[in-house]
């Protein structure tokens, strides 16, 4: 199994109140780059802060960089639009970090991104592959794809409260802005990234279709946007559906059932049992924050079909936590 983690970034961000992937607004833009390089190196090596919430909820890069430590494997980084440098050895999709949704085409070389890592999907060595990603916003550009393809509208979010109102908001803004009714891109996977997604979905999506296309096995690690995502690769018509690993802390906030079953997807929902520590990174989780994200749900199935137990991993995370921030 290789671990592919897909980044990028995307101005949507910006909004207020929209994610909670960053101490401030100026913080998170420089979150994907510190996930790549806490996912490769076990900690940042350039001068990207470690990425908290404004409570000091540790990244998700923790829980998937302590997988990787217990279990082995390895990994790659997807450049998607990054909009600070990464230490860490990246392959570039394509083009700048996506737009605003509210602008009409906030990601107007979706197309390039996906062929480009459809292409490198295709020529995976690999017999399966776990697909992750680090977007701050990302959600409620997941959520403006989903209406635009006419799909059922779930979102998570990073936030205990999740701000369901403000993005619903601002799907509705971006969906003026473009243009466009609901479902009106449910033929044209590519135009709804290109008017109300972000590059990384587009970056995600063009890599699971060639994976399909070559008989890898796919598994997209993630919550909403993953589900997003699958969307996307589902107008492609592979003969195998990718399957879906999220968390249970995803699962308690959205229902996930019915979009998985009219997606057709296999689902996987791991509790990485955080309620028995009340070590500071874990116990954010445990309140409602984070939930997913840089593969977490994929990297926590992984462990938990190696067999071994959940506490052992928590001692993993602590170590990973203290690195970082001790």
């Excluded at 990207?48 to 980084?77: D, H, K, N, Q, Y």
């Amino acid at each position: 199994m290789r671990f592919v983690l897909v980044a990028g970034t995307t101005e949507t961000a910006g909004i207020e109140g929209i994610s909670a992937a960053g101490a401030t607004r100026a913080a998170m833009v420089h979150t994907p780059s510190a996930d790549a390089e806490i996912l490769v190196y076990g900690a940042p090596v350039s001068s990207s802060p470690v990425p908290v919430s404004p409570t000091g909820c540790p990244t998700p890069a923790v829980i998937t960089r302590a997988v990787r430590e217990a279990i082995g494997f390895p990994v790659a980084v997807l450049d998607a639009g990054i909009a600070r440098p990464t230490a860490a050895p990246t392959v570039a999709l394509a083009g700048p970090p996506g737009g605003d949704i509210r602008d009409p085409v906030p990601v107007p070389n979706a197309a390039e991104v996906f062929e480009t890592a459809r292409a490198l999907g295709e020529g995976l060595p690999d017999d399966r592959i776990v697909i992750g990603e680090t977007i701050p916003g990302g959600t409620t550009t997941a959520l403006g794809t989903l209406a635009a393809l006419g799909e059922r509208e779930v979102v998570s979010s990073s936030l205990p409260e999740n701000p369901v109102a403000l993005k619903r908001e601002v799907v509705a803004e971006g969906l003026a802005a473009s243009g466009l009714e609901r479902g009106e891109r449910a033929d044209d996977p590519i135009g709804a990234v290109e008017r109300m997604g972000d590059p990384v979905l587009a970056g995600v999506a063009g890599l699971a279709v060639g994976a399909l296309e070559s008989g890898t096995v796919v598994t997209l690690g993630g919550g909403t946007q993953m589900l997003a995502a699958a969307a996307l690769v589902r107008r492609f018509e592979p003969e195998t559906p990718p399957s879906l690993a999220t968390t249970s802390f995803v699962a308690a906030d959205v229902d996930l059932e019915p979009p998985v079953e009219s997606l057709g997807l296999p689902l996987s929902v791991t509790d990485p049992e955080f309620a028995a520590t009340s070590h500071e990174s874990m116990a954010r989780y445990v309140a409602g924050e984070a939930k997913e994200g840089v593969g977490m749900g994929g990297a926590l199935a992984e462990y938990a079909d190696s067999g071994d137990p959940f506490p052992e991993l928590h001692d993993w995370i602590v170590t990973v936590y203290d690195r970082l921030f001790r």
